[in-house]
């Protein structure tokens, strides 16, 4: 059997378990899509925030919304690269947590998420909570009886 140490634990605030926007690859609005696809291809990520110059967030782009939309008929448009802005592709509606949440919100969105955007009142983008961070934090403090 598996229990949690102590239940106050998944009321905490997710602030300590974030991890920083600046450490978080991302591109602005106006940017072009070749611009995004080549920050999504050097860090390995399947999607990345979508940011303005205040660090607003207003969407969510991917890899596969650049690569549906540079598919043509009878070949893929690589030269359209340069034309799309992520603006015109990206996913206005996406999954994000705001800073004051707690723990255990954080824990059930990332059921079905990877990572999700963490924001304040104001959307600022602030970091990303990971599902690889709430595992190494649920071990922490996790135990195990025998039963």
């Known amino acids: 059997m598996l229990s949690v140490s102590s239940k106050e634990f998944l009321k905490l605030p997710i602030t300590d378990f974030i991890i920083s926007a ?17 920050v999504l291809t050097k860090t390995g990520y399947s999607s990345i925030p979508v ?11 991917s890899v596969q919304q650049i690569t549906d939309e540079i598919l043509g ?14 603006d015109s592709i990206m996913s206005k509606e996406f999954v994000k947590i705001h800073i004051n949440d707690t723990f255990q919100k954080g824990l059930d ?5 990877p990572y999700i955007c963490v924001v304040d009142d104001q959307q600022t ?13 649920l071990k922490k403090h996790l135990y195990v009886s025998m039963v």
Do not use: C, P, W
């Open 125 to 137: 983008f602030l970091g990303i909570l990971t599902r690889r961070v709430v595992m190494k934090q």
């Open 109 to 113: 969105l990332l059921i079905n998420h």
């Open 51 to 61: 940011l303005d110059m205040s660090y607003r967030m207003h969407g969510m782009i």
């Open 22 to 38: 600046d450490k978080v690859a991302h591109v602005q609005l106006g940017n072009y899509a070749e611009h995004a696809l080549l």
């Open 73 to 86: 008929l009878d070949r893929i448009e690589y030269e359209r690269l340069a034309e799309i802005k992520v």
